[in-house]
């Protein structure tokens, strides 16, 4: 079974910053958009950022000018930078490998904003 492995959650303070991280296996993540999306206690998942294959990058309105995604091709790694944390911005966030007829997750990672 494909799996997505994923890092970096944690519990941090308002305008603090995490960086998470999602490795998927050489064969997936060089054909895959790699992004993640995020689910909040009592709400929706909700599309956070992605990049596709060639670097581009999406983010959404919420998040953006905060959090950045990139990724390594050496390490077939994605990560999400997220700068200038907020309360709003806790949430269980999960990584996604993108490959247009299928897509593929990661466990979640618990990303806490609190004084």
């Known amino acids: 079974q494909v799996q997505l492995v994923e890092s970096g959650g944690g519990l941090v303070q308002p305008g603090g910053s995490l960086r998470l991280s999602c490795t998927a296996p050489?064969?997936?993540?060089?054909?895959?958009?790699m992004g993640w999306y995020r689910q909040a206690p009592g709400k929706q998942r909700e599309y956070v950022a992605s990049?596709?294959?060639?670097?581009?990058?999406s983010v959404a309105d919420s998040v953006k000018g905060r959090f950045t995604v990139s990724r390594d091709n050496d390490k077939y790694t994605a990560y999400l930078q997220m700068d200038s944390l907020q309360p709003a911005d806790t949430a269980v966030y999960y990584c996604?490998?993108?490959?247009?007829?299928?897509?593929?997750g990661g466990q979640g990672t618990q990303v806490t904003v609190s004084s």
């Open positions: 050489e064969d997936i993540f060089f054909r895959a958009t």
């Open positions: 990049i596709n294959s060639g670097g581009a990058i």
């Open positions: 996604i490998a993108d490959l247009g007829s299928a897509r593929l």
